[in-house]
């Protein structure tokens, strides 16, 4: 079946600072991947959604490109601000196959302090 | 903006006892689905349907029965609960595979 690893639980960082957090994953078919924000008491919310093979998509000072090479879809900012301390969540889903279930990583808490 | 409404948002209900959690989502989403999350577990399937009276085995559903009345309502039964499932539940929809999922705002179980 579908599987996403990712592998750092905690990143605690100054703000200012790049962070990178990783993200790998199994699949026999095309997939999509997200990255998925989770701020402390809300629900947790798209961040980003790949494109095509090698191309970088960005949203809100975050970037990712899907390498389907390796297997990853890597969460970059080049500058942390305390704001984005939250969960973060990277998912997949298939685009054939026939399985419908999104399947999520066990999430990245990332701490940023001044 | 996709909208899921979950109510109740804060339920507290003692060991044995029925809970129903509901699901309502209003952007006629074919897929939709039950989490719970837990600290160290990040985001565990529980049970997901792909449309009225239809109904999927998620990756932790022991415990847990779910219904998909219709296309809009979703819901999340515990008929004898336990201190285990105390959790935060959340219930998120979804249009055709590939796209993203929306969650609703979660709700947040205690089982004493």
């Known amino acids: 079946g579908d599987s996403v690893t990712q592998t750092e639980g905690l990143v605690t960082l100054t703000k200012g600072l790049p962070v990178m957090l990783n993200c790998t994953y199994q699949?026999?078919?095309?997939?999509?991947l997200f990255w998925y924000v989770q701020h402390l008491n809300e629900a947790p919310k798209l961040l980003l959604k790949?494109?095509?093979?090698?191309k970088r998509t960005e949203h809100q000072g975050f970037y990712a490109t899907l390498h389907k090479s390796s297997s990853s879809f890597h969460l970059q900012k080049s500058s942390v601000q305390l704001s984005d301390s939250a969960l973060y969540f990277c998912a997949l889903r298939e685009t054939s196959g026939g399985n419908y279930k999104p399947t999520f990583g066990k999430g990245t808490s990332l701490v940023v302090h001044p | 903006e996709a909208a899921v409404t979950q109510s109740p948002r804060n339920k507290v209900t003692v060991t044995g006892g029925n809970v129903t959690l509901s699901c309502r989502q209003t952007?006629?989403?074919?897929?939709m689905y039950w989490y719970r999350q837990d600290t160290g577990h990040g985001l565990r399937l529980i049970h997901y349907s792909y449309g009225a009276g239809n109904l999927q085995i998620g990756d932790v559903p022991d415990g847990y029965k779910a219904t998909r009345t219709t296309q809009e309502d979703f819901f999340l039964l515990l008929e004898l609960a336990s201190p285990s499932q105390t959790s935060l539940y959340f219930c998120?929809?979804?249009?055709?595979?590939?796209?993203?999922?929306?969650f609703g705002k979660g709700t947040r179980l205690t089982v004493v």
């Open positions: 699949t026999t078919y095309s997939p999509f």
């Open positions: 952007n006629s989403h074919n897929y």
């Open positions: 790949s494109s095509t093979d090698n």
């Open positions: 998120a929809s979804s249009d055709r595979v590939g796209t993203e999922v929306f």
